[in-house]
Each structure stands twice: as structure tokens, then as C-alpha cells.
């Protein structure tokens, strides 16, 4: 079946550290994967997306991996803030049987200061 | 740029109720999404608009339906409410079909 999901529902991490974030997803046929954060009270934030030609791809701060051939999904934030801590959601974008986004359940970054 | 913004921000209606929920998107995003998000939970995808035509569908019954408008503006419709429909109702606009999503702050429904 169809579903994004998370290993780690909650991670607790040390200011300055680097946190990993990972997703597992089903449908190969997906060629296009992002990542959000949500903060209590809003809507998700686009963080970075990555496509599936790619393995991986950096922003400031973050880096998406992708490895296809398990199906596996990673966000990594380097030296990790105090601004940090919220939900971190995946989402797959997949054209089976018509277009679809799926997202995942999410995972809680806690940041202790 | 404005944002997408969303209205109501919060709503109560009685089970078996009609809902119209409302979204602006920023200027020029020509694709437009609805999720629900229950609480503590994922946001699950409803479904997509690309230039006022629906594009892709989530697995919600046809009481769901949308419009996107011509003005970057789009509205979901639920009706024949039910208490399972309370949620957070999110909207996310994007330029083209893929990439860049910004999300609403969105609607909380709640059916009583």
C-alpha cells in the first residue's frame, strides 16, 4: 500500500548537535520528495525537496538524502538550534493511479539547551 | 508576496452541516492543495487544483469537493458533516505542479 513513514517519532538532541531526521516510503514510482517543519499553531514549512534523479541535495544547514534502492529518506541538520525543535514531516509525490502527496506521521525534534 | 492566507481560522458545525473553507494563495501560484490534519497526526492529502482543474484526488468521499478561481483564490466544500471531519483543514499553493509549497496556517473544524 501507499505510506510514508517515520523510525523515530520522537528525537531529543543536544544544541549543536546534528540531528537526523529519517522516512521510509513504498512506492517507487515517487519522483519527488519533501521535507517539512511544523511549529505548534501553523502550517507546514517547506524545508527542501529533492527529486528522484538525485541522491542528494544541501541547503543551509540541511541535507536530504535519498536512497532509492530501500526506499529511504533522510533529513540531517547541522549544529542543531534552540529554533529547531518542532514536527519534521516527509512527503512523497507520487502519479499511481492519479497525483497524490503523501506525508508521513511525523517525528518531534526536542532541542535541549 | 503575501502568503497564503486561510478563513476562517477556527469554525464549529453541527453534524450533518455544510462547510465552505477558503483560501488565497499568493499571486501567480497556479497550483493549489487541501489536507486535513488531525491531531498528531500527518496532514492527509484531499486533493489538487492545476488551472481550476482538479488534478489528483486523496482517498476523501465526493462530499469533499473544491474550486480553485481564477483570482488564485480556492474553496473546499464538505457537506453532510460528520464528527470525524473535526480537523485541521490546511491549504498549500505552489507555483507549478511540483516544488515550493507554502502552506496556510489553516482552518479548525470542529463538529459537534
Known amino acids: 500500500g501507499e505510506s510514508v513513514g517515520l523510525h523515530l517519532p520522537t528525537l531529543s538532541v543536544q544544541e549543536g548537535d546534528n540531528s537526523i531526521i529519517n522516512c521510509a516510503y513504498s512506492n517507487s514510482a515517487s519522483d519527488y520528495f519533501i521535507w517539512y517543519k511544523q511549529e505548534s499553531g501553523k502550517g507546514p514549512q517547506f524545508i527542501i525537496d529533492i527529486r528522484s534523479n538525485m541522491d542528494k541535495r544541501q541547503g543551509q544547514r540541511v541535507t536530504v538524502l535519498l536512497n532509492k534502492t530501500v526506499k529511504h529518506l533522510s533529513l540531517q541538520i547541522a549544529a542543531t538550534q534552540p529554533g529547531d525543535s518542532a514536527v519534521y514531516f516527509c512527503?512523497?509525490?507520487?502519479?499511481?493511479?492519479?497525483?497524490?502527496?503523501?506525508f508521513g506521521a511525523g517525528t518531534r525534534l526536542f532541542v535541549k539547551a | 508576496e503575501t502568503g497564503v492566507t486561510q478563513s476562517p481560522t477556527h469554525l464549529i458545525k453541527t453534524r450533518g452541516q455544510q462547510v465552505t473553507l477558503r483560501c488565497s494563495s499568493q499571486?501567480?501560484?497556479?497550483?493549489v492543495s487541501w489536507y486535513q490534519q488531525a491531531l498528531g497526526q500527518g496532514p492527509q492529502f484531499i486533493f489538487q487544483?492545476?488551472?481550476?482543474?482538479?488534478?489528483g484526488r486523496g482517498n476523501f468521499p465526493p462530499r469533499f469537493s473544491g474550486l480553485q478561481f481564477p483570482n488564485y483564490s480556492s474553496e473546499l466544500n464538505v457537506n453532510a458533516l460528520e464528527l470525524d471531519d473535526s480537523a485541521l483543514y490546511l491549504c498549500?499553493?505552489?507555483?507549478?505542479?511540483?516544488?515550493?509549497?507554502?502552506f496556510g496556517s489553516g482552518t479548525r473544524l470542529t463538529v459537534v
Open positions: 498549500a499553493s505552489s507555483l507549478e505542479l511540483e516544488g515550493g509549497y507554502t
Open positions: 499571486s501567480g501560484h497556479n497550483t
Open positions: 487544483y492545476y488551472r481550476e482543474e482538479e488534478n
Open positions: 512527503a512523497e509525490n507520487t502519479y499511481t493511479g492519479g497525483f497524490k502527496t503523501i
